[in-house]
Structure formats: C-alpha cells, structure tokens
T-cell receptor
Framework: SQQGEEDPQALSIQEGENATMNCSYK?????LQWYRQNSGRGLVHLIL?????REKHSGRLRVTLDTSKKSSSLLITASRAADTASYFC????????????FGQGTRLTINP | DTAVSQTPKYLVTQMGNDKSIKCEQN?????MYWYKQDSKKFLKIMFS???????INETVPNRFSPKSPDKAHLNLHINSLELGDSAVYFC??????????????FGPGTRLTVL
C-alpha cells in the first residue's frame, strides 16, 4: 500500500521564491528520505532525516520531520530553474529488510 | 563513472514476448532493488536482493523473475509480457540491507512499452 503522500501534487513558482512540499505517512519509520527525479531520469537522493531528528539542512534544502503527526516537509529556498523536477518522499519502514515506500511525488516547476 | 547502470534504456515489444533488463552497480553495495514506476509516477518496490539472496518480493506476478549472478548484478526477466507491464523499471542499490540509515542509488531507468 502507498505510504507517503505528497502535497501538493504540482507546484509552480517564480525563480527566487521558496518552494515547500509536504509528505504524510502512515506507519512507524526508521527514517524518511527525499529524492528528486528530473524528467526521463532516475531518482537522486537529496537528504535523509532519521526518526529521532526534527530538522535537517543541506545547502538550500531544509527538511522537517514530525513523527507525532507522521509528516515531513521539504523546503527549497531561493529556487532556480534547475530545481524543476519531481520530488518524492520515501519512508524506510521499521522491519528487517530496508524497504523504501514512495509517495507519488510533487511536480515542481520553477518559472524564470 | 556510472554508479548504477541499466540496459536497455528503451524496450518496445509485443504482448506475449519474454524480455530481460540488466542492472549493474559498481558501488560495492550489498543490496539491490527493482522498482516499477507507472504512468502516474507512482514508484513501487518489486524485489530486493542482499548478497544474491532474495529478501523482498512484493507480490509481483511470477512472470517476473529476478536473477542475481553476483552482488553487483541484478537482472529482471519478464515472461509473457502483458499491456499492464508497460512502465519504467528502475534498479537501485544501497550499502547494506536491514540498515536503517542507508540511501539508495538509482539507475537511469528502462522504459518498457508493450504493444
């Protein structure tokens, strides 16, 4: 069953603005990861936040995790045209083998 | 150097045929995966192998048979292809199965079209 659900499904903003995407999930997790997928390409890992962490930064990326609400957000600051892509959250569920469960993604378009 | 590679990139075939997709990783990872991404961009795990042993099989039809000759390779063979098999298939790898903090590295994908 689908675990992560991203919101919004599509987001279009002007270059330089900040973009915020949200992800909700249903079960207990070890960690939550965000990936980017450019059109016609594979997924690229952006950032991983552990279940005992609340916030993490990497360059222009800021990720928050609220395990009580089972939700996460990805903030991209000072967006650039090159940030145009689909962004997926993936949850690493608590079980023996690592198994990432992906949401359906947010399609982000940065307008120049 | 390509970390996770897949061949072919595109595969167009007729219903009922048998086809294979190959995957190789040069990262020295122990665990490899196959995912299917449908037309709505929903990405779902199909299989996971750790050191050549199957550890995840997500209720995939037995027409799909993964094969791992060594831990650097995980191939996907599909028998009797159906229209619903049309999708993009991604291979991925990670450092160790069962570890809670491991990111996955994805290949570029194979777009399969069944006519």
């Amino acid at each position: 069953s689908q675990q992560g659900e991203e919101d919004p499904q599509a987001l279009s903003i002007q270059e330089g603005e900040n973009a915020t995407m949200n992800c909700s999930y249903k079960t207990s997790i070890n960690n939550l990861q965000w990936y980017r997928q450019n059109s016609g390409r594979g997924l690229v890992h952006l950032i991983l936040i552990r279940s005992n962490e609340r916030e993490k930064h990497s360059g222009r990326l800021r990720v928050t995790l609220d395990t009580s609400k089972k939700s996460s957000s990805l903030l991209i600051t000072a967006s650039r045209a090159a940030d145009t892509a689909s962004y997926f959250c993936a949850t690493d569920q608590i079980q023996g083998a690592q198994k990432l469960v992906f949401g359906q993604g947010t399609r982000l378009t940065i307008n120049p | 150097d390509t970390a996770v590679s897949q061949t072919p990139k595109y595969l167009v075939t007729q219903m009922g045929n048998d086809k294979s997709i190959k995957c190789e990783q040069n990262l020295g990872h122990d665990t490899m995966y196959w995912y299917k991404q449908d037309s709505k961009k929903f990405l779902k795990i199909m299989f996971s192998y750790n050191n050549k042993e199957l550890i995840i099989n997500e209720t995939v039809p037995n027409r799909f048979s993964p094969k791992s000759p060594d831990k650097a390779h995980l191939n996907l063979h599909i028998n009797s292809l159906e229209l619903g098999d049309s999708a993009v298939y991604f291979c991925a790898s990670s450092q160790a199965g069962g570890g809670p903090y491991n990111e996955q590295f994805f290949g570029p994908g194979t777009r399969l079209t069944v006519l």
